[in-house]
């Protein structure tokens, strides 16, 4: 009689697609069960890991990035390996690993971005925040991207916290991010900036922005900046007041923002002008540059489900600018041969199994977690129920596994391919490099933001 899966004659066999957060946390997730022995491969088109921390996370919040130390202890399990530099789709395909394992887990987030739908979003100067993020963050997918920062005026449109991020970063001194882990490229152009000003849109009203308070009080805080905002946005509707009462997050923003307004502008050389129920409706260019922004007031309106929508007034204002970035959401991109919910920018799943097509019926030994599982929502701790939740499923599945056949290890097929895959132990080896560069300047880390250069230093250290 064959031995059950998860047993120590027969260790349940897991691949997961991605080595961020989610990632992680179902490993962790799964090397919490006492009577499950598994063997976890985790899969990375980079050399390095943790995602989002080290690629999103913006560089003036270390005490975020903190979290990497539980994912070290993790891939530094011996049931564990990680293989960096691998691109699911080219390097490894859905049929290898089928083949191979008996779970498979995608964990790869939301990699674009929602667009606005207006004219000249495609101008020069108009790009999404996830790109600016990449780029002041050493993503080596950013790193060459044409930011002409010697532009008084930026607007960006959004109020979540990702815009909150872009904001602070393009005003902020210099000086205070050279103490960060800011990409090199990114803060020798920062120090050139003639940003003076950044305006960011809201759509709704400040009783209804998703900025948290800590993201809300730091603009307050920050050198050399006035926080502007029109005590006229802050006069609220009665049902946005009634609101308040029950959302103490939201009552706080609201009592930050009075505060501001109140304090009003100090003379200080670079500012932050907060404005809310306001749609961008065109971008305007001179020579494909862009050059300014339409605008239009909203109103809010209550839908059928109580919650309360902007409705433009048709009243407009022109804006001048030299750059727009746009934070209206990320979005999930389809995998090769895996099924993809165009309308969801997700993976269609049920409880983390993920689905033949939406409404469709569970695809045997698959599943997914994180954005790429229920949308681009919650903070990276959200990621941790999120995956115990799909774990639990991937539990309640195994007796009705067949359990994949023995096959030659994904190390031998990837050797064979040519693929020159990162091992946990390299990436400890470009770590220690970025981290000591990082501590003769008073860093965290300098970080290395191409990949042929990160794959010369872990060979040199091989």
Not at 50 to 65: F, N, T
Not at 230 to 248: G, H, M, Q, V
Not at 437 to 442: D, M, R
Request: proline share 6%.
């Amino acid at each position: 009689m064959s031995e059950p899966l998860g047993s120590a004659q027969r260790p349940l066999r897991v691949a997961i697609i991605g080595a961020g957060p989610a990632g992680f946390y179902t490993v962790e997730a799964l090397l919490k069960q006492k009577n499950l022995v598994c063997q976890i491969d985790i899969f990375n088109r980079f050399p390095t890991p943790y995602g989002l921390v080290r690629e999103g996370v913006a560089p003036d919040h270390q005490s975020i990035k903190a979290v990497t130390r539980i994912y070290d202890k993790l891939a530094a399990h011996n049931n564990v390996r990680y293989f960096g530099n691998v691109t699911f789709g080219v390097d490894i395909t859905r049929a290898d690993l089928r083949a191979r394992y008996d779970q498979i887990v995608y964990a790869v987030g939301a990699q674009s971005d929602r667009r606005m739908g207006i004219p000249g979003e495609d101008l020069f100067g108009s790009m999404p925040a996830t790109a600016f993020v990449g780029w002041y963050n050493g993503r080596p997918d950013y790193r060459d991207l044409e930011v002409d920062l010697n532009v008084e005026r930026v607007v960006v449109v959004g109020n979540g916290n990702v815009a909150m991020d872009v904001t602070r970063i393009l005003v902020s001194d210099p000086d205070d991010l050279a103490k960060t882990d800011i990409a090199d490229h990114a803060l020798a152009a920062l120090r050139q900036s003639k940003v003076r000003e950044v305006v960011m849109l809201g759509r709704r009203g400040p009783a209804q922005a998703a900025f948290t308070n800590p993201e809300l009080k730091e603009f307050g805080e920050l050198r050399g900046v006035d926080v502007i905002v029109d005590p006229a946005d802050l006069e609220l509707d009665p049902l946005s007041e009634a609101a308040l009462a029950e959302d103490k997050t939201a009552a706080k923003n609201v009592e930050l923002l009075r505060a501001y307004a109140a304090r009003g502008d100090t003379g200080a050389p670079r500012r932050i002008v907060m404005r809310f129920l306001v749609s961008p409706i065109a971008i305007h260019g001179v020579d494909g540059r862009v050059t300014g922004v339409t605008i239009e007031r909203n109103r809010l309106v209550q839908a059928a489900d109580g919650s309360l929508r902007p409705k433009g007034t048709g009243v407009t204002e022109e804006l001048s600018c030299g750059m727009v970035l746009r934070s209206v959401g990320y979005r999930g991109e389809p995998l090769p041969d895996v099924p993809f919910d165009e309308a969801s920018g997700t993976i269609p799943n049920r409880d983390g199994r993920v689905l033949n097509g939406p409404n469709g019926e569970p695809v045997s030994g698959e599943y997914v977690v994180g954005w790429i599982k229920r949308g681009p929502s919650g903070v990276i701790g959200t990621n941790k129920p999120d995956a115990v939740a799909t774990v639990n499923s991937m539990l309640a599945d195994l007796p009705a596994l067949p359990g994949a056949p023995q096959h030659d290890d994904i190390a031998d097929l990837l050797r064979s391919r040519g693929v020159d895959f990162v091992t946990y132990a390299d990436w400890q080896r470009l770590d220690a490099y970025e981290t000591a560069q990082g501590a003769a300047q008073g860093r965290p880390r300098v970080k290395v933001t191409r990949v042929d250069e990160m794959m010369d230093i872990i060979r040199a250290g091989r």
